[in-house]
């Protein structure tokens, strides 16, 4: 399978005070057609700037990033974005925060497509909700499918379930990877959960800190769906984990 | 040995008594229960808790409205004395006197009417162009950079400066008097309402790049709306500054309206007049403000 998306030497530069601050640096990786990747770095790190610019919402960068052959200058609707806060609107319900996403066809085929998303994240019932009636999980959910309604060919998710609850976030990780099973879309996702990175993607970036690099990539060679118990997914737990903390020697005692 | 089988038997009937004490009171408890029902005692601490509360907005209420009543009856105890100098200051009895009479034969609701029609005019002008001047801006940085000078200039100047000016412009008909209300509104209007847009919220304007949110879209359906709490304050700002500027308008050759009423009655000396024309003032913008304050809670129900 041919590369997808191509990332090469990438590298953005802040100015803080007059001082320069290289964030990123010499970013270069391709992501295959409908794959999973997971960035994954301590806060800092650049990662979620990686995404802007992988979305074109950040410009300013050096080197290119290449979808399907066409540079990325700016954001377009094939490539979804789903933020880390829901964003939703505060005056439209949960179905208008959907059909807002949807320019082309008439109302009635407007509102079907959002009762599709709807249903597809699991929310039916909640259409005339507003988002000051819903809960952080419901919210994010909400957020996913307007992400989603519009069919992208990618979807960018930046650390899409950092603010939620344990149960809640085990709950939408196995929603996402049911979506993206059904509808085959490339993911790529920020996050600091390391378990998460490793029960959901095919690839984990691992990112370094300042300036921020690609110190490994990660391959997840595991069936799914992925046990979280298992031997090798703990093992492949450990390895990105090393590239964060310093492996604990465990004390033993021989009594001989 | 017998008192052992004395004591023993003893004790056995204290376990039996104890065991029966404890039986009746556990059928008590439990018959007790039966006749309470439990959604009962449910509704009996909701009803403590709604005593509480209610006691609580009464209190709340008193609070409300005991400086005012303290005032009225200072006014009234300084007042009723004989010795009281009444030209200067009218007593509490004379304004209520002259209110009920000004109500009766319909000449304060006459003038209230008029004037209300007045200020409604140059409030619903200061609105339409606060409301459009104040989105152009907002949104475009050329029009604010075009705009910005004379707005800093001419806010400061207090609609009276302008009297002069616009008497020899406008003339003493109802033009002037609609222009002095309508700039009194304007500048807080326009200032609300392109700070609003200008500063409507960045994350979920990224949103809509993301989307490729066509531009009229855009507009109309993300910054309009996410602007709307500020333009309401606007809204209310700038009908309390219409409403005061009412008097200043009415000082232009006017033969009618509240304003007119309060400087008709100063020439003459009849203070209670004035201040019932002033409380009158004073009680309408405060319905005014009431009755925008519940549109806005309308309009804006999905504000968290």
């Known amino acids: 399978m041919s590369d997808y998306i191509k990332v090469s030497d990438v590298s953005r530069k802040f100015f803080q005070n007059g001082k320069q601050l290289n964030v990123l640096d010499d970013i270069s990786f391709d992501v295959k057609k409908s794959e999973f990747i997971c960035i994954v770095g301590s806060s800092g790190c650049g990662k979620s700037t990686l995404l802007r610019i992988l979305s074109g919402l950040d410009s300013h960068h050096g080197g290119e990033v290449d979808i399907d052959g066409k540079k990325i200058e700016k954001p377009a609707k094939e490539r979804g974005f789903v933020f880390q806060e829901a964003r939703l609107f505060p005056w439209l319900s949960v179905k208008d925060n959907i059909i807002f996403a949807l320019d082309e066809g008439t109302k009635k085929e407007k509102e079907e497509r959002a009762l599709a998303a709807i249903k597809l994240v699991g929310l039916t019932g909640f259409e005339n909700a507003y988002p000051k009636e ?82 490994d990539i990660v391959e997840v060679d595991l069936p799914r769906p992925r046990d979280r118990n298992n031997v090798f997914f703990t093992e492949t737990k450990k390895k990105v984990y090393d590239y964060f903390f310093k492996p604990v020697e465990a004390v033993e005692d021989y009594v001989i | 040995m017998a008192d052992e089988i004395i004591l023993v038997g003893i004790k056995k009937d204290v376990e039996v008594l104890h065991e029966e004490n404890h039986r009746k009171n556990f059928h008590r408890a439990t018959k007790k229960a039966e006749e309470k029902n439990i959604s009962e005692s449910e509704v009996t601490i909701i009803d403590t808790e709604k005593d509480n509360s209610s006691k609580k907005k009464i209190f709340e209420r008193i609070e409300y409205f005991l400086p005012m009543t303290v005032l009225l009856l200072t006014w009234y105890l300084v007042t009723c004395r004989s010795t009281y100098h009444s030209v200067l200051f009218p007593s509490l009895a004379a304004v209520a006197t002259t209110f009920v009479q000004k109500i009766a034969d319909l000449s304060l609701l006459r003038a209230i009417a008029i004037s209300l029609l007045r200020v409604l005019k140059g409030f619903a002008i200061s609105g339409i162009l606060g409301i459009s001047l104040g989105i152009l801006i907002g949104l475009s940085k050329h029009a604010q950079r075009l705009t910005d000078l004379f707005i800093q200039v001419l806010k400061p100047i207090p609609p009276i400066a302008w009297i002069p000016i616009v008497i020899l412009w406008l ?134």
Request: neutral net charge.
């Open chain 2, 171 to 304: 003339g003493i008909g109802e033009e002037s008097k609609v222009f002095l209300i309508f700039l009194g509104g304007f500048f807080p209007m326009l200032q609300n309402v392109s700070d609003g847009i200008r500063y409507s919220d960045k994350k979920l304007t990224e949103v809509a790049e993301v989307m490729e949110t066509p531009k009229k879209k855009y507009i109309f359906h993300l910054v309009i709306p996410s602007a709307l709490p500020s333009i309401f304050t606007g809204c209310r700002i700038s009908l309390g500054t219409c409403w005061t500027c009412l008097v200043a308008a009415e000082l232009v050759a006017s033969n009618d309206g509240i304003g007119y009423m309060i400087s008709n009655a100063r020439n003459f000396g009849r203070m209670d007049i004035v201040i019932v024309g002033m409380l009158s003032i004073g009680i309408i913008g405060k319905l005014m403000d009431v009755v925008l304050n519940a549109v806005e809670k309308r309009v804006l129900k999905w504000k968290a």
């Open chain 1, 134 to 215: 819903l809960s952080g999980g419901m919210a994010q959910r909400t957020n996913i499918a307007r992400a989603l309604v519009n069919n992208p060919s990618v979807l960018f998710l930046d650390e899409p379930f950092g603010a939620l609850d344990a149960f809640t976030k085990i709950c939408l990780q196995n929603e996402l990877l049911r979506i993206k099973e059904e509808e085959n879309t490339t993911m790529i996702m920020v996050t600091h959960d390391i378990e998460e990175a490793v029960y959901l993607s095919d690839r984990i970036i691992v990112l370094g800190k300042n300036p921020g690099r690609i110190r």
